[in-house]
């Protein structure tokens, strides 16, 4: 099926109408013929996969009182980061510093109180668009010169509106996750081995499930539980969660910045295991994950299957993702296909009395591109790789910037930790940066 359809079905022939349009995140086409469809039929839910599509949903389902889903009085709670951190501050969740910039004196007024570094970001952006680490007078005075005004229009992926935030210096996780009502159903939370932000100047980053007996997983529950309680959820949410990770006051030492690890070594000694933690908001969206994470769940999900299952090649999240959003049971049993899904069963079983579960964790590691010609690549091992002979002349976010994906399953029935994953992915990384060779061109 094409992918830039607006009426999606498990089968194309199955659905009642279905258009095709192009460009569908800055196509105010949409809405027409949403409406057009929405007056012919009638229509109880309305789906999206896509991030910039997600406001305008909320609209369309306000003006035809669809009441399953978020609308237009609490999606930019989970859209517009400034609505998303005042509305947590007010309900008690905690968040960093920010303000609404407003114009270049906002920027100086808020760094003379608060200090460097900061970061500055558009309300409505996605991934790390438009992202900018402030650390001193003269990234201030660039950024004020050179790209606040350009960068301040209504564009969707880099501008809107921007705020200013204090820099977090903490590790970060990421939950994603269905809630029912506002009460988690369904949850897989990870450590991220630096973040996204760090792949865009040139460093590797990945993502680390948490597995359930970590004293993490129990602690980010209640943390994410928390965030939900702070917001106007929808009767159905998928939601994708950043939280900055920061080691409670009692713990005897500080957790290492997930910004910037400098060699694998910093990053092994960074993954603390013992807490206690305490979480603060980075950001939240109500849509599934993307890049590398969703296929890690996928891996998670059909980790009980045998390798020539039919199900280990389908995208198994995804369609829990429709089927969950439209209310609609899950195809297949959980506790039959991951091995993930029995540890949570244990976990919860025993919480009280024992840690439970935990021998089960899934992993990746990204390896961006360096500029210059790939020339070589290591031989031997078999490893998802960029092409021999493409150029690369810096970070491109409508571009391929990837030269190689890690990947890590572990399974220990006496239990698995994320330090074990993080030393192991270092090691990879190691042995691929070694036999990798550039050419300046």
Same mark, same amino acid.
């Given at each position: 099926?094409?992918?830039?359809?607006?009426?999606? $079905? =498990? @089968?194309? +022939?199955?659905?009642?109408? *279905?258009?095709?349009?192009?460009?569908? %995140? !800055?196509? /105010?086409? #949409?809405? &027409?013929?949403?409406?057009?469809?929405?007056?012919?039929?009638?229509?109880?839910?309305?789906?999206?996969?896509?991030?910039?599509?997600?406001?305008?949903?909320?609209?369309?389902?306000?003006?035809?009182?669809?009441?399953?889903?978020?609308?237009?009085?609490?999606?930019?709670?989970?859209?517009?980061?400034?609505?998303?951190?005042?509305?947590?501050?007010?309900?008690?969740?905690?968040?960093?510093?920010?303000?609404?910039?407003?114009?270049?004196?906002?920027?100086?007024?808020?760094?003379?109180?608060?200090?460097?570094?900061?970061?500055?970001?558009?309300?409505?952006?996605?991934?790390?668009?438009?992202?900018?680490?402030?650390?001193?007078?003269?990234?201030? $005075? =660039? @950024?004020? +010169?050179?790209?606040?005004? *350009?960068?301040?229009?209504?564009?969707? %992926? !880099?501008? /809107?509106? #921007?705020? &200013?935030?204090?820099?977090?210096?903490?590790?970060?996780?990421?939950?994603?996750?269905?809630?029912?009502?506002?009460?988690?159903?369904?949850?897989?939370?990870?450590?991220?081995?630096?973040?996204?932000?760090?792949?865009?100047?040139?460093?590797?980053?990945?993502?680390?499930?948490?597995?359930?007996?970590?004293?993490?997983?129990?602690?980010?529950?209640?943390?994410?539980?928390?965030?939900?309680?702070?917001?106007?959820?929808?009767?159905?949410?998928?939601?994708?969660?950043?939280?900055?990770?920061?080691?409670?006051?009692?713990?005897?030492?500080?957790?290492?910045?997930?910004?910037?690890?400098?060699?694998?070594?910093?990053?092994?000694?960074?993954?603390?295991?013992?807490?206690?933690?305490?979480?603060?908001?980075?950001?939240?969206?109500?849509?599934?994950?993307?890049?590398?994470?969703?296929?890690?769940?996928?891996?998670?999900?059909?980790?009980?299957?045998?390798?020539?299952?039919?199900?280990?090649?389908?995208?198994?999240?995804?369609?829990?993702?429709?089927?969950?959003?439209?209310?609609?049971?899950?195809?297949?049993?959980?506790?039959?296909?991951?091995?993930?899904?029995?540890?949570?069963?244990?976990?919860?079983?025993?919480?009280?009395?024992?840690?439970?579960?935990?021998?089960?964790?899934?992993?990746?590691?990204?390896?961006?591109?360096?500029?210059?010609?790939?020339?070589?690549?290591?031989?031997?091992?078999?490893?998802?790789?960029?092409?021999?002979?493409?150029?690369?002349?810096?970070?491109?976010?409508?571009?391929?910037?990837?030269?190689?994906?890690?990947?890590?399953?572990?399974?220990?029935?006496?239990?698995?930790?994320?330090?074990?994953?993080?030393?192991?992915?270092?090691?990879?990384?190691?042995?691929?940066?070694?036999?990798?060779?550039?050419?300046?061109?």
């Amino acid at each position: 099926m094409p992918r830039n359809v607006l009426v999606i $079905n =498990d @089968y194309q +022939k199955q659905a009642a109408t *279905v258009v095709e349009l192009p460009h569908l %995140k !800055s196509n /105010g086409q #949409v809405e &027409i013929e949403a409406i057009q469809i929405l007056n012919r039929y009638n229509v109880d839910t309305i789906y999206t996969t896509v991030e910039e599509l997600v406001r305008r949903c909320a609209g369309l389902r306000s003006l035809y009182g669809i009441t399953s889903g978020l609308g237009r009085d609490s999606v930019e709670c989970f859209r517009d980061k400034l609505e998303m951190k005042v509305q947590c501050e007010k309900a008690g969740f905690p968040v960093s510093k920010f303000r609404k910039v407003g114009t270049g004196a906002d920027i100086v007024a808020f760094l003379k109180e608060f200090g460097y570094p900061a970061i500055i970001k558009p309300t409505n952006g996605i991934s790390s668009y438009g992202v900018k680490v402030i650390k001193n007078d003269k990234d201030m $005075n =660039d @950024y004020i +010169k050179d790209m606040y005004l *350009v960068e301040n229009t209504c564009d969707e %992926k !880099s501008g /809107g509106d #921007v705020i &200013i935030e204090s820099f977090v210096n903490a590790r970060m996780v990421h939950v994603n996750g269905f809630a029912r009502n506002g009460v988690i159903e369904l949850m897989w939370p990870f450590l991220y081995i630096a973040t996204n932000l760090c792949f865009t100047t040139g460093s590797s980053y990945g993502n680390v499930l948490i597995p359930t007996s970590s004293p993490r997983y129990m602690a980010i529950k209640k943390a994410t539980q928390h965030l939900l309680d702070s917001l106007p959820c929808p009767d159905r949410l998928i939601f994708h969660l950043e939280l900055f990770e920061e080691p409670d006051p009692e713990a005897p030492s500080p957790v290492d910045s997930a910004i910037g690890f400098e060699n694998a070594e910093k990053r092994r000694d960074s993954v603390n295991e013992m807490g206690p933690f305490k979480y603060s908001l980075c950001e939240i969206a109500a849509r599934k994950p993307g890049a590398t994470i969703t296929e890690l769940i996928n891996r998670c999900e059909t980790s009980l299957l045998p390798q020539d299952h039919p199900s280990k090649r389908m995208d198994v999240f995804s369609e829990m993702d429709f089927r969950l959003c439209l209310g609609l049971p899950l195809r297949h049993n959980r506790m039959e296909w991951s091995r993930y899904a029995r540890d949570q069963a244990e976990r919860s079983e025993l919480f009280g009395h024992g840690r439970g579960g935990g021998g089960f964790l899934v992993a990746d590691l990204i390896v961006p591109l360096q500029r210059g010609k790939l020339e070589a690549v290591p031989k031997g091992e078999e490893c998802p790789v960029a092409k021999i002979g493409q150029v690369f002349t810096g970070y491109n976010a409508l571009k391929v910037n990837t030269c190689a994906r890690i990947l890590l399953t572990l399974q220990d029935e006496e239990g698995v930790t994320e330090r074990q994953a993080a030393e192991r992915l270092a090691e990879a990384e190691k042995w691929y940066k070694a036999g990798v060779k550039y050419s300046s061109c």
